[in-house]
């Protein structure tokens, strides 16, 4: 009788027909709404140009500083661009900056983290001495100071100066994630068994890794965004092609906000806010899948 007393309020806090449903739908929503804005964000960007006359983003190629109207939905700038073509072309550059940078920064990031966290010792002392040192440094002192010596920058060329120092945070967190991961019982009965460093990394570790490096990709993205759009605020941006950064570059340096032109400055900040929306849904609904407190918190 003791026994079974004690073993029936513990049943009763693990099964929880309330939590669990809430927490299973709270997850849902929040992916099913991340993916949902970024998959339109995407259509928006690569389907926009069939229906646009994409000529109209060079200078001159329209009348400049125009309001909204049938014509020209999101009205022209200065130099005589239409601001919805512009708009259309640069969302999926700036999306191709933060992907590129995220995906190199986080590759660098997990193989310095495995490797720092499965063999521990003397890879661990200097993996974390490197780390510590460049979160030390500021990060957009060097990026100004390396995108400044390029002269001819591009997508892919920016999207790697940032991704150069984009792997410091997942490299701690990943590695955090398999300093726990190497002492559970699979990991030492496989390296009792025989397996490889390589086997028990790929088969025993990295599975269980995988919603948490989901998590920490998007994150990656979205800081990867950040960072190009403040270098091309600074106007360290290619200046030949249209993104979202280099379109509020050049909102400024026009002074578009004190000359009233909200149509000019407003769109591009607003397809931002719903790319960084979209990105912390995801990275959100991807962290409470991998844990199961958070979501039923």
Do not use: C
């Amino acid at each position: 009788m003791t026994q079974a007393a004690e073993v029936s309020p513990a049943a009763e806090v693990t099964v929880d027909p309330v939590a669990a449903p809430t927490g299973r739908r709270s997850v849902n929503l929040l992916l099913v709404g991340g993916i949902a804005i970024m998959v339109l964000l995407i259509l928006f960007g690569y389907l926009g140009p069939f229906f646009v006359d994409t000529s109209m983003s060079k200078v001159g190629s329209v009348v400049p500083s125009q309001l909204p109207s049938w014509e020209h939905p999101l009205g022209t700038d200065v130099p005589g661009r239409d601001i919805l073509v512009l708009l259309i072309l640069g969302t999926p550059q700036t999306l191709k900056i933060g992907l590129i940078a995220g995906s190199v920064g986080l590759g660098i990031g997990a193989f310095l983290g495995l490797a720092s966290g499965y063999f521990g010792g003397r890879i661990d002392a200097f993996v974390r001495l490197v780390t510590d040192v460049f979160l030390t440094i500021p990060t957009l002192a060097i990026l100004i100071v390396v995108a400044s010596m390029v002269r001819v920058l591009s997508i892919e060329g920016m999207a790697l100066i940032v991704a150069s120092l984009a792997w410091m945070v997942p490299t701690r967190t990943i590695r955090s994630q398999v300093l726990t991961l190497r002492e559970r019982r699979y990991v030492q009965l496989a390296r009792l068994s025989g397996s490889s460093h390589l086997e028990i990394i790929f088969t025993e570790i990295m599975p269980n890794l995988i919603p948490f490096i989901a998590a920490t990709l998007v994150l990656a993205i979205s800081t990867g965004i950040l960072a190009a759009i403040g270098l091309e605020i600074l106007g360290l941006g290619p200046s030949d092609i249209p993104s979202l950064g280099a379109l509020i570059f050049w909102a400024q340096y026009y002074d578009a906000v004190f000359r009233g032109m909200w149509w000019w400055f407003l769109p591009p900040i607003l397809v931002l806010v719903l790319i960084f929306s979209s990105l912390f849904m995801i990275s959100t609904g991807l962290d409470r899948m991998s844990n199961p407190r958070i979501g039923k918190a």
